[in-house]
Protein backbone atom coordinates (compact mmCIF):
# COMPACT_ATOMS: atom_id res chain seq x y z
CA UNK A 1 0.00 0.00 0.00
CA UNK A 2 1.17 3.42 -0.89
CA UNK A 3 1.28 5.94 1.66
CA UNK A 4 2.25 9.51 2.68
CA UNK A 5 3.63 11.43 5.72
CA UNK A 6 4.03 15.29 5.88
CA UNK A 7 4.64 15.69 9.52
CA UNK A 8 4.52 19.24 10.37
CA UNK A 9 0.62 20.40 10.54
CA UNK A 10 2.37 24.35 9.93
CA UNK A 11 5.06 25.66 8.74
CA UNK A 12 5.88 29.40 9.95
CA UNK A 13 9.10 31.30 8.27
CA UNK A 14 10.01 34.90 8.11
CA UNK A 15 9.69 36.75 4.21
CA UNK A 16 13.02 36.00 3.05
CA UNK A 17 14.29 33.07 4.61
CA UNK A 18 14.50 29.51 3.20
CA UNK A 19 12.08 27.07 3.90
CA UNK A 20 11.42 23.96 3.97
CA UNK A 21 8.30 21.72 3.93
CA UNK A 22 8.65 17.77 4.68
CA UNK A 23 7.32 14.49 3.20
CA UNK A 24 8.21 10.69 3.66
CA UNK A 25 6.07 8.37 1.90
CA UNK A 26 5.47 4.45 1.26
CA UNK A 27 5.46 2.68 -2.05
CA UNK A 28 6.36 -0.39 -3.18
CA UNK A 29 9.05 -0.18 -6.54
CA UNK A 30 9.80 3.48 -7.37
CA UNK A 31 7.69 5.82 -6.97
CA UNK A 32 6.55 9.11 -9.29
CA UNK A 33 6.54 12.16 -6.46
CA UNK A 34 4.52 15.13 -6.34
CA UNK A 35 3.89 18.48 -4.73
CA UNK A 36 0.73 20.36 -5.01
CA UNK A 37 -0.03 23.76 -3.36
CA UNK A 38 -3.93 25.11 -2.59
CA UNK A 39 -4.99 28.31 -2.17
CA UNK A 40 -7.63 29.72 -0.58
CA UNK A 41 -11.32 28.47 -1.95
CA UNK A 42 -9.27 26.83 -4.96
CA UNK A 43 -8.30 23.18 -6.07
CA UNK A 44 -4.71 21.87 -6.18
CA UNK A 45 -2.06 23.48 -8.35
CA UNK A 46 0.32 21.52 -9.68
CA UNK A 47 3.92 22.60 -8.84
CA UNK A 48 6.77 20.05 -9.45
CA UNK A 49 7.03 15.91 -9.62
CA UNK A 50 9.87 13.46 -9.72
CA UNK A 51 10.18 10.55 -12.31
CA UNK A 52 13.51 9.53 -12.55
CA UNK A 53 17.12 10.75 -12.63
CA UNK A 54 18.49 13.90 -10.55
CA UNK A 55 17.62 13.99 -7.52
CA UNK A 56 16.84 17.86 -7.54
CA UNK A 57 13.85 18.98 -9.36
CA UNK A 58 12.77 22.43 -10.22
CA UNK A 59 9.40 23.75 -10.24
CA UNK A 60 6.93 26.57 -10.11
CA UNK A 61 7.35 29.74 -8.23
CA UNK A 62 11.01 28.75 -7.92
CA UNK A 63 10.15 26.27 -5.58
CA UNK A 64 12.48 22.82 -5.66
CA UNK A 65 12.51 19.52 -4.26
CA UNK A 66 15.03 17.15 -3.51
CA UNK A 67 14.11 13.21 -3.95
CA UNK A 68 16.17 10.88 -0.77
CA UNK A 69 15.65 7.05 -1.66
CA UNK A 70 17.55 6.47 1.18
CA UNK A 71 15.52 8.30 3.54
CA UNK A 72 12.46 7.92 0.99
CA UNK A 73 11.82 11.55 1.40
CA UNK A 74 10.79 14.52 -1.10
CA UNK A 75 10.98 17.82 0.68
CA UNK A 76 10.14 20.86 -0.37
CA UNK A 77 12.56 24.04 -0.71
CA UNK A 78 12.75 27.30 -1.52
CA UNK A 79 15.48 29.68 -0.96
CA UNK A 80 13.85 32.87 -0.08
CA UNK A 81 10.10 32.72 0.74
CA UNK A 82 7.51 35.47 -0.06
CA UNK A 83 4.20 36.14 1.76
CA UNK A 84 2.51 34.98 -1.32
CA UNK A 85 3.40 31.61 -0.89
CA UNK A 86 1.53 31.40 2.13
CA UNK A 87 -0.99 28.74 1.32
CA UNK A 88 -1.81 24.77 1.84
CA UNK A 89 1.16 22.29 0.68
CA UNK A 90 0.52 18.20 -0.28
CA UNK A 91 3.02 16.34 -1.66
CA UNK A 92 1.44 12.79 -3.40
CA UNK A 93 2.79 9.27 -5.05
CA UNK A 94 2.11 7.19 -7.54
CA UNK A 95 3.55 3.74 -7.96
CA UNK A 96 4.73 2.98 -11.32
CA UNK A 97 2.63 0.23 -11.92
CA UNK A 98 -0.79 0.61 -13.66
CA UNK A 99 -3.80 1.05 -11.86
CA UNK A 100 -2.09 2.69 -8.60
CA UNK A 101 -3.76 6.02 -8.19
CA UNK A 102 -2.37 9.22 -6.39
CA UNK A 103 -1.62 9.04 -2.99
CA UNK A 104 -1.72 12.16 -1.16
CA UNK A 105 -0.57 13.27 2.28
CA UNK A 106 -2.38 15.23 4.70
CA UNK A 107 -1.10 18.94 3.95
CA UNK A 108 1.09 20.91 5.72
CA UNK A 109 0.07 24.70 5.99
CA UNK A 110 2.86 26.88 5.45
CA UNK A 111 2.34 30.89 6.73
CA UNK A 112 5.28 33.52 5.72
CA UNK A 113 5.19 36.14 8.24
CA UNK A 114 6.41 39.70 6.32
CA UNK B 1 -7.62 26.22 -22.95
CA UNK B 2 -10.22 25.73 -20.42
CA UNK B 3 -8.94 23.96 -17.15
CA UNK B 4 -10.91 21.45 -15.79
CA UNK B 5 -14.38 22.37 -14.52
CA UNK B 6 -16.60 21.53 -11.93
CA UNK B 7 -20.55 22.09 -11.17
CA UNK B 8 -22.33 23.13 -9.08
CA UNK B 9 -19.90 25.41 -7.05
CA UNK B 10 -22.09 24.98 -3.66
CA UNK B 11 -24.39 22.42 -3.19
CA UNK B 12 -26.84 22.31 0.23
CA UNK B 13 -28.46 19.12 0.95
CA UNK B 14 -30.21 17.60 3.69
CA UNK B 15 -29.82 13.95 5.63
CA UNK B 16 -31.10 10.99 2.91
CA UNK B 17 -30.88 12.98 0.02
CA UNK B 18 -28.69 12.68 -3.18
CA UNK B 19 -26.16 14.63 -4.55
CA UNK B 20 -24.97 14.75 -8.04
CA UNK B 21 -21.77 16.56 -8.93
CA UNK B 22 -20.17 16.78 -12.47
CA UNK B 23 -17.00 17.32 -13.88
CA UNK B 24 -15.57 18.33 -17.12
CA UNK B 25 -11.69 17.78 -17.80
CA UNK B 26 -9.13 19.30 -20.14
CA UNK B 27 -9.10 18.21 -23.54
CA UNK B 28 -7.70 15.17 -24.71
CA UNK B 29 -7.83 14.02 -21.11
CA UNK B 30 -9.23 10.71 -20.59
CA UNK B 31 -8.62 10.12 -17.22
CA UNK B 32 -10.69 11.68 -14.16
CA UNK B 33 -9.79 11.62 -10.44
CA UNK B 34 -12.38 12.18 -7.72
CA UNK B 35 -11.02 13.13 -4.27
CA UNK B 36 -13.03 14.36 -0.89
CA UNK B 37 -11.72 17.32 1.47
CA UNK B 38 -13.29 17.41 4.30
CA UNK B 39 -12.25 19.99 7.32
CA UNK B 40 -8.80 18.66 8.70
CA UNK B 41 -8.77 14.99 6.91
CA UNK B 42 -6.55 15.85 3.52
CA UNK B 43 -7.50 14.47 0.77
CA UNK B 44 -9.11 11.43 0.19
CA UNK B 45 -9.56 9.44 -2.95
CA UNK B 46 -12.88 8.51 -3.90
CA UNK B 47 -12.61 7.46 -7.46
CA UNK B 48 -10.44 6.95 -10.47
CA UNK B 49 -12.11 6.61 -14.34
CA UNK B 50 -9.88 6.08 -16.83
CA UNK B 51 -11.58 5.67 -20.94
CA UNK B 52 -14.95 5.02 -19.25
CA UNK B 53 -14.48 2.37 -16.75
CA UNK B 54 -14.01 2.27 -13.32
CA UNK B 55 -9.99 1.63 -12.60
CA UNK B 56 -10.08 1.96 -8.69
CA UNK B 57 -12.42 2.64 -5.81
CA UNK B 58 -10.67 4.27 -2.12
CA UNK B 59 -12.37 3.37 1.13
CA UNK B 60 -15.93 4.53 0.81
CA UNK B 61 -18.98 2.99 0.98
CA UNK B 62 -21.34 1.69 -1.88
CA UNK B 63 -23.88 4.76 -1.95
CA UNK B 64 -20.65 6.95 -3.80
CA UNK B 65 -20.46 6.28 -7.06
CA UNK B 66 -20.14 7.48 -10.22
CA UNK B 67 -19.31 7.29 -14.01
CA UNK B 68 -17.48 8.78 -17.09
CA UNK B 69 -19.46 9.57 -20.17
CA UNK B 70 -17.87 8.75 -23.95
CA UNK B 71 -16.86 12.41 -23.79
CA UNK B 72 -14.95 11.56 -20.86
CA UNK B 73 -16.76 14.15 -18.42
CA UNK B 74 -18.04 12.36 -15.24
CA UNK B 75 -20.53 12.83 -12.91
CA UNK B 76 -20.16 11.51 -8.87
CA UNK B 77 -23.30 10.62 -7.07
CA UNK B 78 -23.77 10.96 -2.97
CA UNK B 79 -27.20 8.64 -1.91
CA UNK B 80 -28.36 9.26 1.28
CA UNK B 81 -26.49 12.08 2.32
CA UNK B 82 -25.01 11.68 5.85
CA UNK B 83 -23.70 15.31 7.93
CA UNK B 84 -20.09 13.64 7.60
CA UNK B 85 -20.33 13.77 3.60
CA UNK B 86 -19.71 17.52 3.93
CA UNK B 87 -16.68 18.24 2.29
CA UNK B 88 -15.18 19.98 -0.40
CA UNK B 89 -14.92 17.32 -3.42
CA UNK B 90 -12.31 18.47 -6.07
CA UNK B 91 -12.34 16.69 -9.74
CA UNK B 92 -9.07 15.95 -11.81
CA UNK B 93 -7.89 14.90 -15.20
CA UNK B 94 -5.25 13.99 -16.47
CA UNK B 95 -3.80 12.22 -20.16
CA UNK B 96 -4.37 8.04 -19.64
CA UNK B 97 -3.64 7.19 -16.47
CA UNK B 98 -0.52 6.13 -16.32
CA UNK B 99 2.54 6.77 -14.86
CA UNK B 100 3.99 10.20 -14.22
CA UNK B 101 1.00 12.45 -15.99
CA UNK B 102 -0.02 15.53 -13.87
CA UNK B 103 -3.29 16.03 -12.13
CA UNK B 104 -5.16 19.12 -13.19
CA UNK B 105 -7.56 20.01 -10.45
CA UNK B 106 -10.89 21.96 -10.51
CA UNK B 107 -12.11 24.46 -7.99
CA UNK B 108 -14.35 21.76 -6.30
CA UNK B 109 -17.83 21.56 -5.56
CA UNK B 110 -18.54 22.25 -1.82
CA UNK B 111 -21.29 20.04 -0.25
CA UNK B 112 -23.08 21.42 2.68
CA UNK B 113 -25.19 18.36 3.88
CA UNK B 114 -27.61 19.69 6.76
Known amino acids: AQSVAQPEDQVNVAEGNPLTVKCTYS??????LFWYVQYPNRGLQFLLK??????LVKGSYGFEAEFNKSQTSFHLKKPSALVSDSALYFC????????????FGPGTRLSVLP | EAGVTQSPTHLIKTRGQQATLRCSPI?????VYWYQQALGLGLQFLLW???????NRGNFPPRFSGRQFPNYSSELNVNALELEDSALYLC?????????????FGAGSRLTVL
Open chain 2, 49 to 55: YDEGEER
Open chain 2, 27 to 31: SGHTS
Open chain 2, 92 to 104: ASSLRGEGANVLT
Open chain 1, 50 to 55: YITGDN
Open chain 1, 92 to 103: AVRAHNYGQNFV
Open chain 1, 27 to 32: VSGNPY
